[in-house]
């Protein structure tokens, strides 16, 4: 199996509002600048994209896809995944 991840979307909402940063198709790494004054009570939303291609010419069963948050990072799902079967 092949995976490839790239971020989608950044949505901060902070007391200036909500700000959405859509980013390139594929990008793997993505940068939004807050500003100290409003750091402090900011949300931040990162949407991404997970591509699972199947390099093999059997069908791949039983798959689990799970990723960590780093030890000193916070965050919960807030939607579903989407899973689209292609060939």
Same mark, same amino acid.
């Given at each position: 199996?092949? @995976?490839?991840? /790239?971020?989608? #979307? @950044? +949505?901060?909402?902070?007391? #200036?509002? @909500?700000? =959405?940063?859509?980013?390139?198709? $594929?990008?793997?790494?993505?940068?939004?600048? @807050? $500003?100290s004054?409003?750091? /402090? $009570?900011?949300?931040? =939303?990162?949407?991404? =994209?997970?591509?699972? =291609?199947?390099?093999? /010419?059997?069908?791949?069963?039983?798959?689990?896809? +799970?990723?960590?948050?780093?030890?000193?990072? /916070?965050?919960?799902?807030?939607? $579903?995944?989407?899973?689209?079967?292609?060939?």
């Amino acid at each position: 199996l092949e @995976i490839k991840k /790239s971020v989608s #979307k @950044i +949505v901060v909402t902070n007391k #200036k509002g @909500i700000q =959405t940063y859509n980013q390139k198709d $594929g990008q793997t790494l993505a940068k939004v600048e @807050i $500003g100290s004054k409003v750091l /402090s $009570g900011s949300n931040v =939303t990162v949407e991404y =994209t997970i591509k699972i =291609t199947n390099k093999d /010419s059997g069908q791949a069963e039983k798959i689990a896809i +799970v990723d960590t948050l780093k030890r000193n990072a /916070s965050g919960k799902l807030v939607r $579903g995944a989407k899973c689209q079967e292609g060939n």
